[in-house]
Every structure is written in structure tokens, then in C-alpha cells.
């Protein structure tokens, strides 16, 4: 997957067009490449971000909560994944106890 931003609902690469390599800290090995963000996808993202606050808060509590926990729900089943991801990036390491 090419390396792009999330903004407004949909990937879209950087307006600069320019990425940067993901390293696994420990082998130096590349994981893969992120897009370097501007100044204007920023920009974008802050427009995008307060015009979907509106519908948002326009939701219901109940609703909100649905969602958050769905969310949550797919978050905890890739915990896993993300763990590992997270770790061969930063270097870091579990605790198992």
C-alpha cells in the first residue's frame, strides 16, 4: 500500500508527495513508508475534523457510545498485531507477568 494520509474519510497521498521509511529498530530492516504531511494537509485535516465535529455532536450519547465500543472492539481484536507492529518500530519490548 502506498504511503498516504487519512483526512475527510479517505487515504489521499501528501500534497508534497514526498515519504518517509519505517525502520524496525532492531535489524535496521525497512517496514514500510509513511507519507510526510505539509503544512496544507494539515490544514485540510483541521477543516475536515471541525466539519465532522458538527454531525458528531449532533449524534446521540447512545450512539456515540455504540460506536466508540465498536471501535474498541476492533482495536482489541488487532491488539496483537498492533503490539507487534508498535514494538518493531520503536524497539520496544513486552512485559510478560
Known amino acids: 500500500m502506498e504511503a498516504q494520509l487519512y483526512i475527510d474519510g479517505q487515504f489521499t497521498p501528501a500534497a508534497s508527495g514526498q515519504t518517509g521509511p519505517v525502520h524496525e529498530?532492531?535489524?535496521g530492516k525497512q517496514l514500510?513508508?509513511?507519507?510526510?504531511?505539509?503544512?496544507?494537509?494539515?490544514d485540510r485535516a483541521v477543516l475536515a475534523a471541525r466539519q465532522a465535529?458538527?454531525?458528531w455532536a449532533?449524534?446521540?450519547a447512545p450512539e456515540r457510545s455504540n460506536l466508540l465500543l465498536k471501535?474498541?472492539?476492533?482495536?482489541q481484536g488487532r491488539f496483537d498485531e498492533l503490539v507487534e507492529q508498535s514494538?518493531?518500530?520503536?524497539?520496544?519490548?513486552?512485559s510478560q507477568g
Open 53 to 55: 465535529q458538527q454531525a
Open 71 to 75: 471501535f474498541a472492539e476492533v482495536l
Open 25 to 27: 529498530k532492531a535489524t
Open 32 to 42: 514500510g513508508t509513511y507519507a510526510k504531511a505539509t503544512k496544507e494537509d494539515i
Open 58 to 60: 449532533a449524534t446521540s
Open 87 to 94: 514494538m518493531r518500530e520503536t524497539g520496544g519490548s513486552t
